[in-house]
């Protein structure tokens, strides 16, 4: 009963902290039209309003290449510079358009461990006003199934706010 208590609170606090971290990414980034400095300040904004976070960033869509990623702004330990469309949680999200959320990242198929702390992660693909695929939006954690709805909810609300 404590427990499920606590887990409630939890989420709430949670869910209120996404709704505040979103106001502050639009005041912030109120009129501010370069892109990299958008996803610089999300990447920073978001990193350090979670504990349960551990690796914070973009994986953007290179133009120059086919169907392929290359790293953007991040917070956290050093990325790897570039992911195929389809190869690991990120390619998976850019080839879907759909949000990826991995409990556990060892039980993924082709899984790119960039630093072996990650545990679970949420990639969710960022979309211009158009619809096109920009980047996608990268949170590992070194906690298993660190992530849930709620994280979802946040994350693709604000992703749609700042860049859609
Ligand atoms: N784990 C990701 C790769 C990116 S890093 O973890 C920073 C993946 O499988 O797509």
Redesign the pocket.
């Known amino acids: 009963m404590a427990e499920a208590f606590n887990d409630k609170t939890l989420t709430a606090d949670k869910a209120a902290r996404y709704a505040e971290v979103a106001q502050e990414i639009a005041s912030v980034l109120d009129g501010e039209g370069n892109l990299t400095a958008r996803m610089a300040t999300v990447a920073s904004m978001l990193a350090s309003s979670f504990d349960h976070y551990f690796?914070t960033?973009f994986?953007v869509v290179d133009p120059t290449k086919d169907r392929e990623l290359v790293v953007g702004p991040?917070q956290?330990t050093l990325?790897?510079l570039r992911?195929a469309y389809g190869?690991?949680?990120?390619?998976t999200a850019a080839e879907t358009g759909q949000t990826q959320l991995v409990e556990d990242?060892h039980a993924?198929p082709?899984?790119?461990?960039?630093?072996s702390r990650?545990a679970s992660?949420i990639?969710v693909p960022v979309f211009d006003a158009a619809g096109t695929l920009l980047a996608v939006f990268?949170v590992?954690s070194d906690r298993p199934a660190a992530f849930d709805a709620v994280d979802r909810q946040g994350l693709e609300f604000i992703l749609k706010a700042t860049f859609a």
């Open positions: 690796w960033g994986y991040y956290g990325g790897c992911i190869r690991g949680v990120c390619g990242v993924f082709g899984h790119i461990a960039c630093d990650s992660e990639v990268d590992d």
